[in-house]
């Protein structure tokens, strides 16, 4: 299960989902567009880390609390 606990790298984030760095990065651009990641470390060259905003957070949440949910009904 992917670990969103501390900030990771685009390569961190492609072997824990099983995809390719440039589809990470491709989705780190348009989430960190619509507010729901940063990144933490913008200067670096190498190993830049990103994490969710308090928005990617609430967003998780409540994603995983209609997941739960919609478990529970079947």
Known sequence: MLS????????QLAS??????????NALAELIEAGFVKCKTP?????????????????LKQSL????NSQ???
């Open 4 to 11: 969103l606990d501390k900030p990771k790298t685009p390569k």
């Open 43 to 59: 200067d670096a060259h190498m190993y830049k880390y990103f994490e969710l905003t308090q928005k990617g957070k609430k967003a």
């Open 72 to 74: 529970r009904i079947k």
């Open 16 to 25: 824990e989902c099983k995809i390719s760095i440039s589809n990470v990065s």
């Open 65 to 68: 609390a209609e997941e739960t």
